[in-house]
């Protein structure tokens, strides 16, 4: 029961996440989302020096405001990728 209450459903229109704000569960900022794909966000930080791929399934919610995630300040990390990468068809 717990998974259906993180699924990427909590967010009925990931385009309406574009340009968000993306916090850690602690509330910290990470950066904006800048793309999707099927499975996950595209997230860089200010000055677009890091990115991360985040999966759909850890995000908690959106508040038409801010992307909320179920991931700890030390957790994100393990998300960082190449600039676009697996983003050929950006959404």
Known sequence: MHLNKIMSSNVPNW?????KV???KEGDLIGNVEATDENAVLVSTEGARTHY???KDVVEGFDRHAVSLNVSNNQFE???TQWREG???VK
Do not use: G, L, M, S
Request: charged fraction near 30%; avoid cysteine; aromatic fraction near 12%.
């Open 15 to 19: 385009d309406a996440t574009i340009n």
């Open 53 to 55: 791929r985040i999966p």
């Open 22 to 24: 993306v916090n850690t």
């Open 87 to 89: 983003y050929e068809e």
């Open 78 to 80: 393990q998300y960082k």
